[in-house]
């Protein structure tokens, strides 16, 4: 079954096309309304209670954490993230 050159050249034409379009259609806008941002910034209150919650900025989580495992049939999951999290997360 031979196609002809022009039905052939046009099928090209139409997969290129829509190729072409793909990328454009995925970065459609998402419904957000441009210009206003998603969250609203800290008042002045919320910054001095921020601030006397951690005064020196370390943040972080203030959990006791032990070493992952420990033997065979302990597995602490929340461990595990932060031991991973550490090495591939300098």
Excluded: W
């Excluded at 052939?8 to 419904?31: E, N």
């Excluded at 002045?44 to 203030?62: C, F, H, I, L, S």
């Amino acid at each position: 079954m031979s196609y002809h050159p022009q039905v052939r050249s046009l099928v090209r034409y139409l997969v290129l096309v829509l190729f072409a379009c793909v990328p454009v259609i995925g970065c459609a806008d998402s419904g957000h309304s441009g210009g206003e941002p998603t969250t609203r910034p800290m008042t002045m209150q919320e910054r001095q209670d921020a601030a006397m919650r951690d005064p020196y900025g370390y943040g972080g989580n203030t959990d006791k954490y032990d070493m992952t495992g420990g033997d065979i049939s302990h597995y602490d999951k929340k461990a595990m993230k932060r031991d991973l999290d550490s090495v591939f997360n300098p």
